[in-house]
């Protein structure tokens, strides 16, 4: 059997070590490139979770500013509606007690600053004396509100039915109470329209209603304040 040169031998072998120490090298190089590759990856993904973190913790301190804003802005509102309240608040009187007659109780009324309703009503008084008030004497009451005073039609008197006058002038009106067997009485209260100075704007009792013969009908003349 040939053996080989020894010279041979140590060539084959060298060749070997160099092709295994290339190898290792190539791998070495690709493991580097991975190992850069995954911590470029990491710190991109690090910075971009921490930009995350903090656009949020952004938006919750700019949500929480709202409800700050609402507390604060709230007292205002209720004071300016407490104001408003206060301003619209109606007058009030003390509504006098009146009794007697008639007439003496509308300038009563009248002198406290409130209208009057006039209804006559079945009683043994004499016809034209007050009987009953709503609301009572000592009430306290908005100057705005009605004072209602129920007079004596006395007995055994017949009713005649109250003729119109609102929109007629003084002398027309006392002209229709007169014929229909009625007496006038004539009191003024304020108007914003020009075209009713002078004029009956309100009466009582109302048109139609019933009141015994030669008892009284209470007008309301129109007085422009301008």
Request: charged fraction near 10%.
């Amino acid at each position: 059997m040939e053996m080989p040169l020894e010279g041979e031998q140590a060539d084959g072998v060298g060749g070997g070590m160099l092709l295994t120490i290339g190898v290792l090298a190539i791998a070495a190089a690709v493991l580097a490139v991975l190992v850069v590759t995954r911590h470029n990856t990491g710190n991109a993904r690090a910075t971009a979770t921490v930009f995350i973190t903090r656009a949020a913790a952004t938006t919750h301190a700019e949500t929480h500013s709202s409800p700050t804003t609402a507390v604060t802005t709230a007292p205002a509102a209720t004071a300016q509606t407490t104001t408003e309240q206060q301003t619209t608040t109606e007058a009030r009187a003390r509504v006098p007690s009146v009794s007697g007659d008639l007439q003496a109780a509308l300038q009563a009324v009248r002198n406290a600053g409130f209208s009057a309703t006039v209804h006559y009503v079945p009683s043994d008084q004499p016809r034209g004396t007050v009987v009953a008030q709503s609301p009572g004497g000592g009430t306290s009451a908005p100057t705005s509100s009605q004072v209602t005073i129920n007079v004596s039609s006395g007995e055994g008197t017949a009713g005649v039915a109250v003729p119109n006058t609102v929109g007629l002038t003084i002398p027309q009106a006392v002209s229709v109470v007169q014929s229909a067997g009625l007496h006038l009485v004539m009191l003024r209260r304020t108007v914003a329209d020009h075209s009713e100075a002078g004029k009956v704007v309100a009466q009582t009792p109302a048109a139609g209603q019933q009141a015994p013969k030669n008892s009284r009908v209470v007008v309301y003349m129109g007085a422009f304040t301008g």
